[in-house]
């Protein structure tokens, strides 16, 4: 299976910024492809919603709140995505998922999550 290790959360005042990572790696074994990877996030008592999504063909989309101030790429050769997250927000307190959606071997498809990493905004 794919699993993920996130990175960079912390605290920040706002009109600050941060810069998450996620790497994505296979079990012993496994090939895999990547079609699609993202961040999602979840602030306390709110339901999980969707921040950033960049597909393998290179389609981006962004939460309509975070547009304009935080961007998703990709480092294909490491199976890394990261999120810059600009001109900070206390509404973007919350934990960051990454999210990888890829095919294992021929048909198998795999929804991956990492454990979350915490970003607090300070006003």
């Known amino acids: 299976q794919v699993h993920l290790v996130e990175s960079g959360g912390g605290s920040v005042q706002a009109g600050g910024s941060l810069r998450l990572s996620c790497a994505a790696s296979?079990?012993?074994?496994?090939?895999?492809?990547?079609?699609?990877m993202g961040w999602y996030r979840q602030a306390p008592g709110k339901q999980r919603e969707l921040v950033a999504r960049?597909?393998?063909?290179?389609?981006?989309k962004y939460a309509d709140s975070v547009k304009g101030r935080f961007t998703i790429t990709t480092d294909n050769a490491k199976n890394m995505v990261y999120l810059q997250m600009n001109s900070l927000k206390p509404e973007d307190t919350a934990v960051y998922y990454c999210?990888?959606?890829?095919?294992?071997?021929?048909?198998?498809?795999?929804?991956?999550w990492g454990e979350g990493t915490l970003v607090t905004v300070s006003s």
């Open positions: 999210n990888v959606e890829a095919t294992i071997g021929i048909n198998a498809e795999v929804d991956a």
């Open positions: 296979g079990s012993s074994g496994s090939i895999f492809s990547i079609d699609a």
């Open positions: 960049l597909t393998s063909s290179g389609s981006t």
